[in-house]
């Protein structure tokens, strides 16, 4: 317990001293865990939109002048990818253009006969499966036409990959560069006292005790950091959430302030352990080579 | 803690010799000057106990710890029983002479009471206690080597290793500091002295293990300094 204590006293008396270089490790730290946590909240968003469109994804299939639609719905069903396959017989069309469009209904109905063709309305279950499916029923001899609305799904699921993709990149640089600054700060913090470890670690201090006042000062500098960027990431983005429900009033959004909260103890304890990470490694190297022999 | 050196040799980079088939054995609460020209080896030969040199070849064995492979938690362990006085007293010029030699304990996670009345009861032996504000630049030669001294001893090492631990002292001063290592090796501390100061030598007499080049050339049990006329 005294040694912890020993460890929070020095510890914040690196920070003190070396305040200027706190600050921007601070400020850095802040904005790398910023970015990574807005770019995340950008793929959250374009998964939930995804979601929300692969609701209402289907594929109508049209079939071949007296091909058998039990057979023809069965091979449906067998592809991948594929959820339910629903037969929409003639009448079932015809009621459905009624409600949807009455007018249109009746002059179709006007000649006396139900002009309208069966399908096969075929539910998939993910906007980036469509392309596939759509190449599988074409295959069936039995369908002869394909019609589907998923574009507007697909494109979001495409972009929705890319997003991932994107901040996966975003993490992996952000998370480089906020470990390389608090290894850097750490090691400039180890060598203004490089003496005195040297001189501790002569009197016998493991050099886990030499370690512990850099390991905090560096765990303190990248947990205020990406705190500070987790709050100011609830902020913006609960500013940015009311001004595009204002614009774009349709477009699903994530709310739930549970999503953000979530996100923001991520980020500080991805933040407490790079930058235990870094400073260990920092702090390591350096007593390994002093307690080296000559 | 028993000291024992098996054919020790060190031969820095590209090829300074500065130990040589060293062979010693120094017994638990012994006393040993290790007296030779300058750069004759007393330092590394010093510093090859604290394992601060590693022999080039040879072993080294302090108490039950054999220096060769040790690992770097058991060497700190090892180091807590080592008092060492350096040769450039290797004070810490932003801490004062107290926080200097109570900072050790505090490194060895004593309580800080403790800290407090030991620091103390040590800076009162070396006549520091008035000087305790003070930072090591603003103190004399004479009163930096006190707070080193004072430094090596707080925390009642089974070794103490003084490298020319009376260099900048006038006689008097010497003669005080040696009285306190004495006082210590009497109560047990195997004390090693790397010296040039003929006078000690020959007044408190004591084992005297002369080097040269590296090599031991003379142990005596009751030594003097300087023996037919060499060194
Ligand atoms: N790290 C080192 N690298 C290369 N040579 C070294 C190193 N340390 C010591 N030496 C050499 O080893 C020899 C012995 O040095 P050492 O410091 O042990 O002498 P000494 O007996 O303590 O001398 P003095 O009485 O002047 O303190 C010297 O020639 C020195 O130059
Ligand atoms: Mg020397």
Known sequence: MGSFKYALRDGTRLIIRHWGLAFLTVVTSMAVFYLIGASVLLVLNARHIVNFLEGELSVQAYLAPGADFEIAARQAATLTHVKEVRIITREMALERLKQRMPDRAESVTILGENPLPESLEIAVDRADSIESVVTALAAIPLIDDIVYAGGLAEKWARFSRFAGKFSLAILLVAITASAVVLFNTIRIAVYSKEEEIGIMLMVGATPTFVAMPFVLQGVILGGIGSFGASIFLALSYSGIITRLKEMVPFLPLLEQHAVVLELGLILVGAGATVSLIASLVAVETFTRRAMKPL | ?231
């Open chain 2, 1 to 231: 803690m028993d000291i024992r050196f098996s054919g020790v040799s060190k031969v820095f980079y590209p090829d300074i010799t500065a130990l040589e088939d060293v062979y010693l054995e120094i017994p638990k609460g012994e006393f040993v000057y290790l007296v030779g020209p300058t750069g004759s080896g007393k330092t590394t030969l010093l510093r090859c106990i604290t394992r601060e040199v590693a022999p080039t070849r040879g072993q080294i064995t302090v108490g039950s710890f054999s220096l060769r492979k040790i690992s770097r938690v058991d060497l700190s362990i090892f180091r807590r029983d080592i008092g060492i006085i350096f040769q450039d007293f290797c004070l810490l010029p932003h801490l004062n002479v107290f926080e200097n030699v109570a900072f050790v304990l505090e490194v060895l996670g004593a309580p800080s009471r403790e800290v407090k009345e030991r620091t103390g009861e040590i800076l009162d032996q070396v006549n520091l206690w008035r000087r305790r504000f003070l930072y090591p630049p603003q103190l004399s030669g004479g009163e930096q080597q006190r707070v080193a001294v004072a430094r090596a001893i707080v925390n009642s090492p089974s070794v103490l290793l003084a490298d020319e631990p009376t260099g900048n002292l006038d006689l008097h001063t010497a003669e005080e500091i040696m009285q306190l290592i004495m006082s210590i090796n009497a109560l047990g501390t195997t004390v090693i002295m790397a010296t040039h100061n003929q006078y000690l030598v020959d007044a408190f007499r004591q084992r005297v293990i002369g080097i040269r080049s590296g090599r031991v050339v003379r142990d005596e049990k009751r030594g003097r300094y300087n023996l037919d006329g060499e060194l």
